[in-house]
């Protein structure tokens, strides 16, 4: 199984790709979708859009993990992120991936044993997990890797207990 991770943001978009065969997951890619600070809302949506279309179409992944609960210190804030949401899921839906949504604590908890674990814990996990020779980088990937994991723990899981 293949699982596309996706951490939002209208600047910096991270992704992380995870495969597994149910016991060992191996990270197949991963990184960040840029926008220049000069480029409009829309422009940012597009090239977000259009950047994780390729990724699905490459890799062929069933699940998109992100992050479901958000919390911005302002409404703007909140409204921009909220559209990056909307055109990752929509992209996803799509490309017939199945969207499944936990909160930062759930993959925080799922990741490091730990609920409020702070970026560098999780980048630590990340990097334990996948055996990767460091930590991954920038950090909106190494969340995106853990929205990943995540997402495969969840299916194991549902899948032990019956679920889904």
């Not at 199984?1 to 149910?22: A, F, H, P």
């Not at 604590?105 to 490091?112: I, N, Y």
């Not at 909106?140 to 889904?164: H, P, S």
Request: some cysteine; charged content about 25%.
């Amino acid at each position: 199984m293949i699982v596309l991770g996706v951490d939002s943001g209208s600047l910096c978009t991270g992704y992380g790709v995870v495969q597994s065969d149910g016991r060992l997951h191996r990270a197949l890619d991963w990184g960040a979708i840029r926008n220049p600070p000069s480029a409009t809302q829309a422009e940012r949506l597009a090239n977000i859009c259009k950047n994780l279309r390729e990724i699905m179409r490459r890799f062929s992944p069933s699940i998109l993990a992100l992050e479901g609960v958000f919390y911005c210190k302002n409404a703007q804030s909140a409204l921009k992120l909220g559209q990056v949401r909307g055109v990752v899921m929509m992209a996803a839906v799509e490309e017939g991936l199945e969207v499944r949504e936990f909160s930062p604590a759930e993959v925080k908890l799922g990741v490091t044993g730990y609920g409020r674990a702070d970026k560098a814990q999780v980048q630590a996990m990340v990097k334990a997990i996948l055996g990767l020779a460091k930590p991954p980088e920038p950090h909106d990937a190494a969340d995106a890797l853990a929205l990943a994991l995540c997402a495969l723990n969840r299916q194991a899981w549902d899948r032990k207990v019956g679920v889904r």
